[in-house]
């Protein structure tokens, strides 16, 4: 849905206006960590994925702590294993990536904070939550069924490709290939 529409007295121009309660978001880059609850209100992923701290709601706010399936140690300590490995992520060669799998963007979010643009990929139509949760976040996300679609981009779009749900187990391998 359209979030962006024009002040009442403009409001013809707006295709869609903005549902009940709709807020505007939160700025990145408090967004990283936060939005509100009332733009995306999906209690049943909160319910489904709260023993994996994906995310939680607090008051009005989804908050985003930083956890999932692969992170059991958050985030930003997973990303920083990875940049043990892969050095290129921190001199700049790195600059974009693609993630599948994404959850609610949480891996897209923190790359950002590091400079690498990063589109998270739901693989699954049923994902649209995720989506939205990300893109509220400020985080650049997209719907693709990779399954029986070819993903919009041409060759060479992404520097790094990135497999949430692929469970390999970085935090395991620590400097064991430096």
Known sequence: MERHCPP???????????????????????????????????DWINKQKSNQNWLRKQGEKFLFPGGGTMFPNGVSAYVDLMQDLIPEMKDGT???????????????????????????????????????????????????????????????SFDMAHCSRCLIPWTEFGNSFL
């Open 94 to 156: 790195v600059r974009t990536a693609i993630d599948t799998g994404c959850g609610v963007a949480s891996w897209g979010g923190d790359l950002l904070d590091r400079g690498i643009l990063t589109v998270s990929l739901a693989p699954r139509d049923n994902h649209q939550a995720q989506v939205q949760f990300a893109l509220e976040r400020g985080i650049p996300a997209i719907l693709g069924i990779i399954s029986t679609q070819r993903l919009p981009f041409p060759s060479n």
């Open 8 to 42: 009442v007295y403009e409001r013809k121009e707006c295709l869609v206006p903005p549902p009940d309660g709709y807020k505007p978001p939160i700025r990145w880059p408090k967004s990283r960590d936060e939005c509100w609850y009332r733009n995306v209100p999906y």
